[in-house]
């Protein structure tokens, strides 16, 4: 079993829709949860990070995190066609260091 | 554009080669690291450097090695290739390496393929 599990999708969605997008995992040292977003052929950004249990809202983007579920949410309102790209769930632990565990994915396409 | 570079871009290589991947942090950033992504085993850590020393390792195979020089650039060095050695490798940079959150910048990625 991978210590983070996250469906690959893909998902579609049409524009202007909320998505949601869903990670688990199985080690309860993790403390820092991210959301990264990848576009073809191109390195992953940073979209948001949370630290321990609770929400965090930056525009039309909401992060969640339930450590007592093991579960962490990313919420996309009025979904872009540009938001379409693989989304991706990343932890660590501080006694890891800054060693990121990354789930598999989600792509994501939203159609005009 | 994230401010970490890697080069080249593509490598086309064949098996039993070895090659060298390299990378430039970010300006002022202190720590790298080095991801593999490839289509079964997703994006997976290597290994990171921390000012020049080895801070932590991931599931890195004993053919790859890596540094970091003086001068902060990092190069992964993969040898005796197979093909299951293909895949996109990523560099990222922070500031810190410690133990508390600092934020990755990732880099463009190298695409190995080996034939």
């Known amino acids: 079993q991978k210590e983070v599990e996250q469906d690959p999708g893909p998902l579609s969605v049409p524009e202007g829709a909320i998505v949601s997008l869903n990670c688990t995992y199985s080690?309860?040292?993790?403390?820092?949860f991210m959301w990264y977003r990848q576009y073809s052929r191109k390195g992953p950004e940073l979209l948001m990070y949370?630290?321990?249990?609770g929400n965090k809202e930056d525009g039309r983007f909401t992060a969640q995190v339930d450590k007592s579920s093991k579960y962490i949410s990313l919420f996309i309102r009025d979904s872009q066609p540009s938001d379409s790209a693989t989304y991706l769930c990343?932890?660590?632990?501080?006694?890891?260091?800054?060693?990121?565990?990354f789930g598999a994915g989600t792509i994501l396409r939203v159609k005009s | 554009d994230s401010g970490v570079t890697q080069t080249p871009k593509h490598l086309i290589t064949a098996t039993g080669q070895r090659v060298t991947l390299r990378c430039s942090p970010r300006?002022?950033?202190?720590?790298v690291y080095w991801y593999q992504q490839s289509l079964d085993q997703g994006l997976q850590f290597l290994i990171q450097?921390?000012?020049?020393?080895?801070?932590a390792k991931g599931n890195i195979l004993e053919r790859f090695s890596a540094q970091q020089f003086p001068d902060l650039h990092s190069e992964l060095n993969l040898s005796s290739l197979e093909l299951g050695d293909s895949a996109l490798y990523f560099c990222?940079?922070?500031?810190?390496?410690?133990?508390?959150?600092?934020?990755?910048?990732f880099g463009p990625g190298t695409r190995l393929t080996v034939l």
């Open positions: 949370t630290y321990s249990s």
């Open positions: 990222a940079s922070s500031a810190r390496g410690g133990f508390s959150y600092n934020e990755q910048f």
């Open positions: 990343a932890m660590s632990a501080l006694q890891d260091g800054n060693k990121l565990v």
């Open positions: 080690n309860s040292a993790f403390q820092y």
């Open positions: 450097y921390y000012n020049g020393e080895e801070r």
């Open positions: 300006s002022g950033d202190l720590s």
